[in-house]
């Protein structure tokens, strides 16, 4: 089964700052998706960024870009420029290409980012 | 229209009690799914419907009933739930199958408490 583990219950950033929040998963498929979900206080839960397995590149969205180490099976989240609008819960979360699992997406426990004005 | 819209917003409900919650998209998505969440933890997976056909059940209760009579719409029926089961119970959509790296549009949720 795959797991996929955030080891920063609570992170922190000063406005304006860098942060880079930690993902690493566990799977034996050679195929997948990795995402990245933000989940704001009391509001909808929304995509961030994706990452398909078979690109090497990183995925960038404007101030929000991965870091994605396929053999360390890592997937770090990094956050330029924070805005306080990005305070929220942001969850990892991983889809795999198999047909037994197809559809289904793992959720890691997730972080909380808190941005000090 | 880019939303997946959930009502009720809020639910409370008794143990003998039978309701309802309800999804709707309009976004031509094939993939529809029914998550739980407790405060401050991830969302569960419950069920995935694929082309209107439950493709997953996480072996979920019977006392929880998916139903999806369009692709547009997706039903949650509860039936003598316990207070264990009260959490956000969130619905997403995605387009195409669900075995697509396509992303999950989330609905706002629905509260449900179970006294």
Known sequence: ?117 | DTEVTQTPKHLVMGMTNKKSLKCEQHMGHRAMYWYKQKAKKPPELMFVYSYEKLSINESVPSRFSPECPNSSLLNLHLHALQPEDSALYLCASSLGSARKNNEQFFGPGTRLTVL
């Open chain 1, 1 to 117: 089964a795959q797991t996929v583990t955030q080891s920063q219950p609570e992170m922190s950033v000063q406005e304006a700052e860098t942060v880079t929040l930690s993902c690493t998963y566990d799977t034996s498929e050679s195929d997948y998706y990795l995402f990245w979900y933000k989940q704001p206080p009391s509001r909808q839960m929304i995509l961030v960024i994706r990452q398909e397995a078979y690109k090497q590149q990183n995925a960038t969205e404007n101030r929000f870009s991965v870091n994605f180490q396929k053999a360390a099976k890592s997937f770090s989240l990094k956050i330029s420029d924070s805005q306080l609008g990005d305070a929220a819960m942001y969850f990892c979360a991983y889809k795999g290409r198999g047909h037994t699992n197809a559809g289904k997406s793992t959720f890691g426990d997730g972080t909380t980012l808190t941005v000090k004005p």
